[in-house]
Structure formats: structure tokens, C-alpha cells
């Protein structure tokens, strides 16, 4: 267990189980995926691959795999939110790695033989994989065969099964490391750059243009008089309708009664706060005080006048204008009631730079006495760096032997807190939980004024009269709304309250508005039916929502009267666009000077130089214009012509070709565009794959 345990202290987060799940390609082939079928959808499935039910028992089963191995490498029997949904993601993207991953790969005929995963764990090339693993780096932050030597021959010993337990985890993350990486492999010889298309974007981009243009901006208001048909919009959706592929989302309204505390509720705070005031003023022991009658602890930080004013004004004035044990009269803030007293001051930096040398403590002191030694060879003159490079624990090596750097109250190993009030070039020894240290105070900043304050503070919460009292309000409102959209407004107007709008929200939605842990409601969203009005929603037991759903929008492409509106606008600004162009057209006729062009047309002459048609980001130009500039001949007067932003007319004053852009800029920028080509194969391979996630239906 003792291999266990040096994981724990040297693991921060557990290896996601897809290390190439970016890494993907092909449609699937049918024959190679799960062999349980399910005809119908589940409302117990968490989704689905390749037409196959995902089932909440698989998912569950492999979230507690998955939690199990965070336990092991971090120690801790609980997961925060955070780890939490690590976990939740790493076990998914398991399902897809074996469900769509591995299958698709396989059926190039890519695999990994058994001598070859034996020589990637224990052979001459060592997987990636275990040479990044953390309980795997030695002392120097580089990859230690002999501690991976030392993990494999603990494994018969350990009666829990727990190592065991890790090393298949590995061994599957080397897998699917190994098949990626081959994948990739093939997938990169095979995107071949031709002869012609190296030639072409060298051309493309060695010729640059010097232009004049005058530029017409399209009007931001639609032609009111511009007219679209019924058989126009259905046309344009029938060409057009992949366009407008959208996830699924949920409008909602809701009425919100926060609870509050009560005029009683702040009295009885006051009172409470006004009982303890004499104690605070005299106790010996704030900390234990503190605990027991505040809801702010004490802290032994040292604050600048200008740290405690963005904490409070008053606090921070009445603090440097004290005497200590001085104690403020109680102020009011909002529902809060607030009183501090000043413990002590000190002049202090803010920040010094640290050295150190870590001693392990011993039963016999032994090392107590060598660091006493120590510091007396210090004293003399010795080399602080030499000494820790040959005694120090710390090995630090992204680091001088020795030196800790500059730390600050907030950024302090815990127990060095009288580094701040120490002497520089002085070495001291002091002993925390991580052994004995000999300190030295290299360098220190400008010393403050500061103070340290235990500050009184107690919030009025709201009594159990005074909670009932805003639930009878909600749940008069949502039995009067009887799950109906319409009684909703009404009510809503009547009683003068103001629905808040929330749109497309997204079923994975954790928060509403800046409302926190709002699952609830967008649960609600995706269980109901438009023109639905829920029942009380409780969150935090602070917030009482009412809420009604406006909209629903399933995941795909929409039917056409969800977007008719939508493409009509669209359509009447093309033929707005159009219908601006040729009245430009109409007043410019005839003319062939770009000066009398921009003075017909009551603007300026524009003037760029450098444009080049393949360099890609290095302008800031409207594309279509880029394009029409790289086809007009020279000195020749052309337009008007329509791009993405305006009506341009323009003149190619000179071209000049170059030899700046090389072959190798083609080829490097061949390989840009192939990666990022990479990046999109996921997505690509869920949708062939018809992925879907339904887990936000249970967490």
C-alpha cells in the first residue's frame, strides 16, 4: 500500500480515459457496436450511439469506476462539484471510446498486439501515458522506470485490489493512446498536398494588389417596401434548411419571491449582535469567540488601511485612527451588523523573497541540531544554495536549490508567517508539519503600516415565520397560475409583479441569471410542454420560482413556420441589398473617375495597399471584396459590386509580384488548415454516429 499512497500524494488529477477522443474518423460500422438492442427510447436511457440505447445502469456503472479511481488517487472518500463532473465526463466520454472511438478505428484494421502493450508498459518505448503519470516522475521531474518497476511488483501483494484496479485503467488508456496515435498517423499521410495546389497558394499569396475604392455601406433598416413571397421563403428553406441545424433550447418566464429577512428578523440580529458586544471588547480568546456569536472568523492577516477599504470604509478609518484593543460601534450594512477590533499593528512588507532548506524531523532531534549547525555555517558566510543543493529535502528542479521565491500573506506555506517580521540575511530555523527549516529572507518589499482586525459581523436571516410568509405568497401565485401560461400573465399584471425572460437555455444548464443550481428548473423546461406554468420551485431555500415555458425548440432543423420570419427578413435584406446596387449603379452610370464617383456618391476615396487573395487573418477586409480585387485587371475602373458589408467601386492601381511566400509557408500553412481539419472530426463523428446525450435528465 505504500506504492498506493505515494500516488495519492503525488497525483493532482486523474488521466481522462479518452486521451484521443479529439482524434477521430469514419462512420461506424454497425457490426462492431454493442450487441444489446433497444427498439424504443428509454426515459431511463442517458443517450444514444449509432441508433442504441445508452442505459442509466451502464453510465451508473462506469461513474462509480470512475469515482473509485479519484478516491484512490486523491485519498478523499467525497467529490466536490468540480471532481464530480470530471467524473461524470470522464465516464462518458468512456461510452463513446467504445462505442464510437475504438470501433471506428478498429475497422481500418488498425490494433495493439500483446508483445507490443508489453513493450509500451515495460519494454525499450514506455507509453506516453505512464511516462507523464505523476506517481511515475522521480525526484529530478522526469520519468522513473524503477517506481513503475516498483507500482507492477506491489500489485500480487495488495490484498484490495486496488492497484490492480489502476494498472487495468492504464493499460486501457495505453490502448486507446496507441490506437489514436496510429490513427492519426494515417490519417495525416494520407492528406496529400498536390503539385498544383502548392503552386497555386504560392501564387496566391506572393501577389498583392494596391486598390482605390469607394465603399457604400448597406442600410442597417430593411426596405419596407421590399416584398417576399410565401413560395420564396419555401424555396430558400428547401435549399437552405441544413443552415439553420440548431441544439435543442427552452424559453421560460418566471416570477422569483426571494426570501428576505424581516424588519423582526434584522431587530432580533441587532439585539443578538448587541448582547455579545461587552465580550468581544474583553475576551482573551477571539478565535473561540468568534466562532460561537460571528459569521466572519478570525484570520491573522496583517491589512493596509487601503486593503480593509475595500472591505469597508468605516472599518479601515476607524482602524488606523485607534489605539489597540480599540472596538468599533456597530454599523449597518444592508441586513448586516458589523463591529471590529484592532489586535495589534506591525510595519511589514508585503511580499518577501524566501530561502530554505527542509530538514526531516527526527524522534532524536538530530537534525535539529544539524540545522542549528547549519545556520551557524550561514552566519559565517557559506553559500545558501550550496547548502540546500546538498542537505534540502526540496528538489525542486524548475528551481535554484533553495530559493522559494517571493511569497505573500495570501501566498505562504503555512507556519512561515514570521518570515514577514524576520531580518533580511539573517537565517532562522522554524518546524512545520513538512519538517524542520532553515529560512533566510533574501529580500523583502517597502514596510507598511498594517493591522490585524477581528471584525464582528452578523447577518439577520430570516425566521421560520418569515420563510412561511414568502411561500404562502408563491404558492398563492402558483395555485392561482394552474399550470397555464396565460393565467400566469394575468396574474403576473394583476398582482404587479414582472416576469423575468430567460431564452434558449440549453439542457445542460446549471444556472439561471446568475441563479446557481438551478437543475431544477431547466429540468422542468425540457419535462413540460409549451404554454406549461410550473408548480413552486425551491432553490438554495432562498428562492421561490413560479415559471412558465414560452418556447420550445427540439434539437435539428426546425420546421419551416418556426423560421418563416426569420428567412422573410433575411430574404427582404438580400433584395434590399440587391435593389441598393442597382440604384448605385443608376447614379454612378457613365462615370469612369473614382474621385467624381465618391463626390456623386457624397463620400471618399479609400486607399489600401498590400491585399493579397490567399493570406489568411491579414486583413481585415470584407472577403468577397478580397476576392473581386484578386479577379479586376489593372487600371481599370471597376464596380459597383456587392459584398458582404457595402457596395464597393474600385480601381487596381498597381500589383506587385513577390517571393516572400515560400514553399515552406504553403506546406506549413497546408498543415494549419489539416489540423484544424483534426479538431473538427469529433463533432463530425458523433453526428454520423447520431450521438446523443440525455444525461442532463439525471444530473
Known amino acids: ?66 469515482t473509485k479511481i479519484h478516491q484512490l488517487m486523491t485519498g478523499s472518500a467525497s467529490l466536490d462539484e468540480q471532481s464530480s463532473e470530471m467524473v ?127 465603399v457604400q455601406p448597406f442600410g442597417f433598416a430593411e426596405d419596407t417596401t421590399v416584398v417576399v413571397s410565401k413560395q420564396e421563403i419555401r424555396d430558400y428553406y428547401n435549399r437552405h434548411k441544413h443552415n439553420f441545424e440548431q441544439p435543442a433550447g427552452r424559453d421560460i418566464e418566471y416570477v422569483v419571491f426571494e426570501v428576505t429577512p424581516s424588519l423582526r428578523d434584522i431587530q432580533l440580529a441587532q439585539n443578538e449582535m448587541e448582547s455579545v458586544m461587552d465580550e468581544f471588547a474583553t475576551t482573551t480568546n477571539l478565535r473561540s469567540f468568534l466562532a460561537r456569536n460571528s459569521d466572519r472568523q478570525l484570520d491573522n492577516f496583517y491589512y493596509k488601511q487601503s ?16 489605539t489597540v484593543g480599540s472596538v468599533m460601534p456597530i454599523i449597518k450594512d444592508g441586513n448586516t451588523f458589523i ?27 538530530s537534525n535539529k541540531k544539524l540545522a542549528d549547525s547549519l545556520v551557524t555555517v550561514l552566519d559565517r558566510g557559506a553559500n545558501f544554495n550550496e547548502l540546500a543543493a546538498e542537505y534540502s529535502l526540496d528538489r525542486n528542479p524548475n528551481s535554484i536549490p533553495g530559493d522559494l521565491g517571493w511569497m505573500t500573506q495570501q501566498n505562504m506555506v503555512p507556519g512561515f508567517d514570521t518570515c514577514f517580521v524576520a531580518r533580511v540575511g539573517k537565517p532562522f530555523v522554524i518546524e512545520t508539519n513538512y519538517g524542520i527549516h532553515i529560512i533566510n529572507v533574501r ?3 517597502k514596510l507598511h503600516r498594517k493591522a490585524q482586525v477581528a471584525i464582528l459581523e452578523k447577518s439577520a436571516i430570516a425566521g421560520r415565520e418569515t420563510f412561511q410568509g414568502f411561500y ?10 394552474d399550470g397555464k401560461l396565460s393565467n400566469f400573465n394575468q396574474l403576473s399584471m394583476e398582482m404587479g409583479l414582472h416576469p423575468t425572460p430567460a431564452y434558449n437555455l440549453a439542457q445542460n ?74 440604384q448605385v449603379k443608376e447614379r454612378i452610370s457613365g462615370i469612369n473617375d473614382i474621385e467624381l464617383v465618391a463626390e456623386k456618391l457624397g463620400t471618399t476615396v479609400s486607399k489600401q495597399s498590400g491585399i493579397s487573395f490567399g493570406a489568411q487573418g491579414a486583413q481585415s477586409f470584407d472577403p468577397k471584396f478580397i476576392g473581386f480585387v484578386a479577379g479586376a485587371p489593372e487600371g481599370k475602373l471597376m464596380g459597383p459590386v456587392a459584398g458582404n458589408v457595402g457596395i464597393y467601386i474600385f ?25 484544424f481539419q483534426m479538431q473538427m472530426i469529433p463533432t463530425i463523428l458523433e453526428k454520423k454516429a447520431g450521438v446523443k446525450d440525455y444525461r442532463a435528465r439525471f444530473f
Do not use: C
Open 472 to 481: 404562502s405568497q408563491a404558492n398563492e401565485f402558483a395555485t392561482k397560475v
Open 339 to 365: 463591529s471590529a477590533r484592532v489586535n495589534s499593528f506591525k510595519d511589514l512588507p508585503d511580499s518577501v523573497f524566501l530561502q530554505h532548506i527542509l530538514l526531516q524531523s527526527t524522534a532524536d532531534n
Open 1 to 66: 500500500m505504500a506504492v498506493l499512497e505515494k500516488i495519492r500524494v503525488k497525483m493532482g488529477l486523474f488521466i481522462t480515459v479518452v486521451i484521443g477522443l479529439a482524434l477521430l474518423s469514419f462512420i461506424i460500422d454497425a457490426d462492431t457496436l454493442q450487441t444489446a438492442v433497444s427498439m424504443f427510447s428509454s426515459k431511463y436511457d442517458v443517450g444514444e450511439a449509432n441508433g442504441k440505447a445508452i442505459s442509466y445502469q451502464d453510465f451508473q456503472k462506469r461513474v462509480d469506476y470512475f
Open 509 to 582: 444548464a446549471r444556472s439561471i441569471a446568475g441563479y446557481p443550481n438551478a437543475r431544477e428548473i431547466v429540468r422542468w423546461a425540457y419535462d413540460a410542454n409549451k404554454g406549461d406554468a410550473s408548480q413552486i420551485i425551491s432553490l438554495d431555500n432562498k428562492y421561490f420560482f413560479v415559471v412558465a415555458l414560452t418556447g420550445v425548440r427540439e434539437a435539428g432543423i426546425p420546421k419551416l413556420e418556426q423560421i418563416e420570419s426569420q428567412i422573410a427578413s433575411l430574404l427582404r435584406r438580400e433584395k434590399s441589398n440587391e435593389k441598393a446596387l442597382m
Open 88 to 214: 461524470n465526463q470522464s465516464a462518458w466520454q468512456d461510452i463513446i471510446s467504445d462505442k464510437v472511438l475504438m470501433p471506428s478505428i478498429e475497422s481500418t484494421g488498425i490494433s495493439v498486439g500483446e508483445e507490443e502493450l508489453l513493450d509500451l508498459t515495460q519494454g525499450r518505448f514506455i507509453s506516453q501515458v505512464l511516462t507523464r503519470e505523476q506517481a511515475f516522475i522521480g525526484e529530478n521531474g522526469e520519468f522513473d522506470r524503477n517506481l513503475l518497476v516498483q507500482f507492477v511488483r506491489a500489485i500480487p501483494q495488495d490484498p484490495s485490489g486496488n492497484l490492480s484496479m489502476y494498472w487495468d485503467y492504464l493499460e486501457k488508456n495505453i490502448v486507446v493512446d496507441q490506437m489514436v496515435g496510429k490513427y492519426v498517423t494515417l490519417l495525416s499521410k494520407s492528406n496529400i498536398q498536390n503539385l498544383i495546389q502548392l503552386r497555386r497558394s504560392i501564387e496566391d499569396n506572393n501577389i498583392t494588389s494596391d486598390v482605390s475604392f469607394v
Open 651 to 675: 480601381n487596381v492601381n498597381s500589383r506587385d509580384i513577390g517571393a516572400f511566400f515560400t514553399e515552406d509557408d504553403a506546406i506549413s500553412r497546408h498543415n494549419q488548415v489539416s489540423g
Open 443 to 445: 529580500e523583502r518589499t
Open 307 to 322: 486593503d480593509l477599504e475595500s472591505y469597508s470604509d468605516e472599518i479601515a478609518n476607524f482602524v488606523f485612527t485607534s
